[in-house]
């Protein structure tokens, strides 16, 4: 958490001292991770694609010589549909489950901007992003080959409907990317790495243990800037 408030701090510092700075909107595709072991095998860590949409404000402030900083407010849904799987020898009963993800993140990028044309750029960029996890639900189905019934509904933050497996709603990233700026009007793409593990129980005893993670993310953005100083 101490790093957390320096990153911050450090951020509102150099915005202080900006040149010139420009607010924007931003809207994409974002496809969450989340990275996870299981009790089966503990060591390798199996992905999950939640995939979805982006949408934020984004704030530039450039400070010296194409060198600046980048903080947005986003927010981000994902969603993932497993295929149907018998469970026993026979075709039916199969089940399946869908899983929604609802999250608001705050990324704060340092990032370096270089012309190669008039008014326009090539990005590179670095950086931490702080994330908030609003809702993620599991919704569980089983077809007996006449109907399909939903069977239940686990909100996979609470411990109560997840036991073990629980996750946390606060997780930290770290992202590189990069993007392509024309006057006003920009994409941005990269990856976040988690950085914190995130089960809530770090450690259990017999054969159910899930221990170790991570809560990634692929995005790619389009957007535009609607105000500037100079």
């Known amino acids: 958490m101490k790093r957390i408030v320096i990153v911050v701090l450090l951020v509102a510092l150099t915005m202080q001292v900006a040149a010139n700075d420009c607010l924007g909107f931003q809207v994409g595709y974002a496809q969450p991770t989340t990275c996870l072991n299981s009790a089966g095998n503990k060591d390798n860590l199996a992905a999950t694609m939640y995939n979805g ?5 984004v704030y530039d402030a450039m400070l010296i010589k194409g060198f ?11 969603a993932n549909t497993t295929p149907w799987e018998s469970v026993g020898k026979l075709p039916y009963p199969k089940t ?7 999250q608001l993140e705050i990324p704060i990028d340092w990032q370096y ?3 190669i044309a008039q ?12 994330q908030c996890g609003l809702n993620f639900t599991q919704k569980n189905f089983k077809d007996n080959g006449k ?8 909100n996979v933050f609470s411990e109560n409907d997840m036991k073990d497996h629980a996750l946390k709603r606060i997780n930290v990233t770290w992202g590189i990317g990069a993007g392509f700026q024309y006057e006003r009007y920009f994409i941005r793409g990269g990856y976040d790495f988690g950085m914190i593990n995130p089960y809530k129980a770090q450690s259990f005893t017999g054969y159910d243990a899930y221990t170790r993670g991570r809560f990634d993310q692929w995005q790619i953005k389009l957007g ?6 100079k």
């Not at 399946?96 to 609802?102: A, G, I, L, M, T």
Request: glycine residues 10%.
């Open 53 to 57: 949409f982006k949408v934020g404000l």
């Open 68 to 78: 600046g900083v980048s903080m947005g407010l986003n927010y981000t849904f994902g």
């Open 96 to 102: 399946r489950s869908k899983s929604f993800y609802h």
């Open 113 to 115: 901007k270089f012309e």
């Open 119 to 130: 008014n326009t750029w090539v990005i590179l960029y670095t950086g931490p992003t702080l």
């Open 147 to 154: 109907e399909i019934t939903p069977t239940d509904e686990n």
């Open 224 to 229: 535009m800037y609607i105000w500037q100083t």
